[in-house]
């Protein structure tokens, strides 16, 4: 009998279907139209009050013909695809930049893959999450594996010199490539230390200009000292 393969939770929150799971099928019975009068009767506080109790259950089992239908579907057997090599890491021709603090990595590749289009391939991050079975806004903030391709992105040493400003808007494609679910409240993108180091490579970076971004005291002096000019 239907009602018997019911787990008891199901059956005291019963309503309009009872939904349960058989080997490889799923099954859902629709309540009888009697029968969802009588439970549809009380509001939506007291149903929810009597979760904890077999009231409604027994609503369900004393009726003559609790069920009106039967929808059983086979489970869909799910596929392993392998990804295409659409956003497969580029092998570096020559030198690569070093960047120790990945936030001003990434400001830099923002420049150089979203608005100067000089890096491939474009990182598209719902694209990327289809291919390989990802739910993109599985993690709060940064997707884990977003974060891993910028991070093992190697950027030619050669396009250091293609920046000259850097636009830090909470806005960036980037931001929201990394982090889909961001809503620019938090310093997750904050960049909190810059390496004279890694600044050097880029001789023409004449002015960092910050919205919604932050830029510690400590990173402002590393740039002053390099000669670039932080705008808020």
Excluded: H
Excluded at 6 to 31: D, H, M, N, T
Excluded at 41 to 53: H, S
Excluded at 115 to 121: G, H, I, S
Aim: net charge negative; charged share 30%; aromatic share 10%.
């Amino acid at each position: 009998p239907p009602l018997e393969a019911v787990p008891e939770q199901e059956l005291r929150g019963a309503y309009i279907f009872l939904e349960l799971s058989l080997g490889k099928f799923e099954v859902s019975l629709a309540l009888a139209q009697a029968v969802q009068e009588r439970i549809g009767a009380m509001d939506f506080a007291e149903r929810f009050a009597k979760r904890d109790t077999d009231e409604i259950a027994d609503i369900v089992r004393a009726a003559k013909m609790p069920i009106g239908r039967v929808c059983i579907n086979q489970k869909e057997k799910k596929v392993k695809r392998k990804p295409s090599d659409k956003f497969k890491l580029p092998r570096a021709a020559g030198e690569t930049l070093t960047f120790k603090n990945f936030n001003f990595k990434i400001a830099v590749m923002n420049e150089l893959m979203y608005e100067k289009t000089l890096l491939q391939p474009k990182f598209d991050v719902f694209e990327y999450c289809e291919e390989r079975g990802i739910d993109p806004y599985a993690d709060f903030g940064a997707l884990p594996q977003a974060k891993k391709w910028f991070k093992d992105y190697p950027v030619p040493a050669d396009l250091a010199e293609q920046v000259s400003e850097l636009y830090l808007d909470g806005g960036n494609e980037i931001y929201l490539q990394i982090a889909p679910d961001w809503d620019g409240e938090d310093d997750l993108f904050d960049i909190k230390n810059i390496d004279a180091a890694e600044l050097a490579p880029f001789i023409n970076l004449k002015k960092i200009e910050t919205t919604g971004i932050g830029i510690s005291k400590k990173a402002r002096k590393v740039c002053a000292d390099a000669g670039i000019t932080v705008v808020d």
